[in-house]
């Protein structure tokens, strides 16, 4: 337990349908972040949240859609998704400045999402 | 961002000392050494992280040389639990965590 717990654990999809991944981190941090892990391939960072502001965004295709509603929680919101989406979704927490900026820090991931795309 | 370079694969018994070696030969002065270790279908998890010379903890240890281009990280008596994958990050830029292949590590009975 890493104090970061992802829902669902598993989910497949339709390319037409719509579905949200949710991360909840209950370790105080203040920066939250989503990654993509696909067969054989090295983690991808795709978003950065620090207080709450999103402060990266590495290229990520629109029909991935972030929301972070507080530290404790944050969302990756799918839509017509592509089966070259399937991966394991990372979420990840730690503990920046209180002014915002992210230091290097150590991460804590949570156990991930398997995302299988039809 | 530094580029790391290390083994891909490593094999090894249960009861040795494994030490994996990273290759970084641009670090920046201002750049952290850091290993995180993963199994299959779970998130990282971090092992230790340093600057220069030794970092010890309850789990394994870091050796990195004066001129900081390499760094070893150093696991004491694995165990089969120890078999995963080891990324070697090097950076500073807070929350850019930068992931290469990875070394994987098959320990043995």
């Known amino acids: 337990e890493t104090g970061v717990t992802q829902t669902p654990r598993h989910l497949v999809m339709g390319m037409t349908n719509k579905k949200s991944l949710k991360c909840e981190q209950h370790?105080?941090?203040?920066?939250m972040y989503w990654y993509k892990q696909s067969a054989k391939k090295p983690l991808e960072l795709m978003f950065v949240y620090s207080l709450e502001e999103r402060v990266e965004n590495n290229s990520v295709p629109s029909r991935f859609s972030p929301e972070c509603p507080n530290s404790s929680h944050l969302f990756l919101h799918l839509h017509t998704l592509q089966p070259e989406d399937s991966a394991l979704y990372l979420c990840?927490?730690?503990?920046?400045?209180?002014?915002?900026?992210?230091?290097?820090?150590?991460?804590?991931f949570g156990p991930g999402t398997r995302l299988t795309v039809l | 961002l530094a580029k790391t370079t290390q083994p891909i694969s490593m094999d090894s018994y249960e009861g040795q000392e494994v030490n994996i070696t990273c290759s970084h030969n641009n670090i920046a002065t201002n750049d952290y050494i850091t290993w995180y270790q993963q199994f299959p279908s779970q998130g990282p998890r971090f092992i230790i992280q340093g600057y220069k010379t030794k970092v010890t903890n309850e789990v394994a240890s870091l050796f990195i040389p004066a001129d900081r281009k390499s760094s070893t990280l150093s696991l004491p008596r694995v165990s089969l639990s120890d078999t995963a994958v080891y990324y070697c990050?090097?950076?500073?830029?807070?929350?850019?965590?930068?992931f290469g292949q990875g070394t994987e590590l098959s320990v043995k009975p």
């Open positions: 990840a927490s730690s503990q920046g400045t209180t002014s915002g900026t992210l230091s290097y820090n150590e991460q804590f």
């Open positions: 990050l090097v950076g500073n830029q807070g929350g850019k965590l930068i």
């Open positions: 370790l105080g941090h203040n920066a």
